[in-house]
């Protein structure tokens, strides 16, 4: 499908940027939260400090009929981070993930996120939890019968943001993530690594603090899966922390960021820079 074709469908009224900035620097001041004026925000769930963005501590998460998730983890992502989160099907990588947006609550042990112990905070709260944490799954989950940018307007409308900054920064992301020429494209028009750098661009126009991606080049062939990972990437770089659950090995030996591994919902490795040879090579050797 060429780009411009006429769909039969009214365009979006977006003025498309013409040269998408190309450098990490000039992502940065779209991408980083805004600078604390030193108030205390009524919705800013996270707590300012110094400390982790993510920690668990001692977390288990039994489901009901007993199948347990998770099983004792402990351990800190520091902001700014880039981690793996890896380990075969079942080993409790989406469980972990579910426990950060309070998806699932612990069963035992502590699960703070921006400050915040998820134990106490109150339901009213957690629709701004999950607004301070973009998130991308394996299957997209865009609206179907809406374009490309207007999945994206979708998630500043809800957040009350005016047409006005609506119409500016629609544009602003989809250039961003390499969408250029295909706004008004719905889902079903877009291949797969496409409809993924909009759900992506979805994830990041409310400038979250920590993204999250659930197997985001599950449904990816290898090529495409690189480029998905290197905009995570270029994502993190500009201070987002990123955390990427995944079995695409040739991804993760390839990038040589901190590596978190389960197995039976327990941490079996957890190494700086590490390839995935390296972390799950007792079992592959
Ligand atoms: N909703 C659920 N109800 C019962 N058991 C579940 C549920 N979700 C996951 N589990 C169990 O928890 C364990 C970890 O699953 P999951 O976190 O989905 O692993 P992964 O994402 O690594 O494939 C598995 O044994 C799985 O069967
Ligand atoms: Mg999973």
Known sequence: MSDGQDTGRPEFTLVQVADPPSSDEEMAPMFTAPVSDGKRHKNDIFRPGPGPMVEF?????????????????????GTGEFVFLVGPSGSGKSTFI?????????????????????????RSKVPYLRRAIGCVFQDFRLLPDRTAAENVAYALQVTGHSQKEVRRRVP??????????????????????????????????????????????????????????DLLQRINRTGTTVLVATHDQHTVDRMQMRVIALDQGRVVRDEESAGYHDVTGEVLA
């Not at 993530?177 to 979805?202: H, N, W, Y």
């Open 57 to 77: 501590r001692g977390v288990t998460k039994t489901y009901d009929g007993g199948a347990r998730g998770l099983d004792g983890v402990s351990l800190r992502i």
């Open 98 to 122: 579910r426990l950060i947006i309070r998806e699932l609550r612990a069963t035992t042990g502590e699960v703070v996120v921006g400050g915040r112990d998820l134990a106490t905070l109150r």
């Open 172 to 229: 602003e992301i989809l250039s961003l993530v390499g969408l250029d020429g295909k706004f008004d494209r719905l889902p079903r028009e877009l291949s797969g690594g496409e409809q993924q750098r909009v759900s992506i661009a979805r994830a990041l126009v409310n400038h979250p603090r920590l993204l999250i991606a659930d197997e985001p080049t599950g449904n990816l062939d290898p090529d495409t899966s690189l480029g998905i990972m």
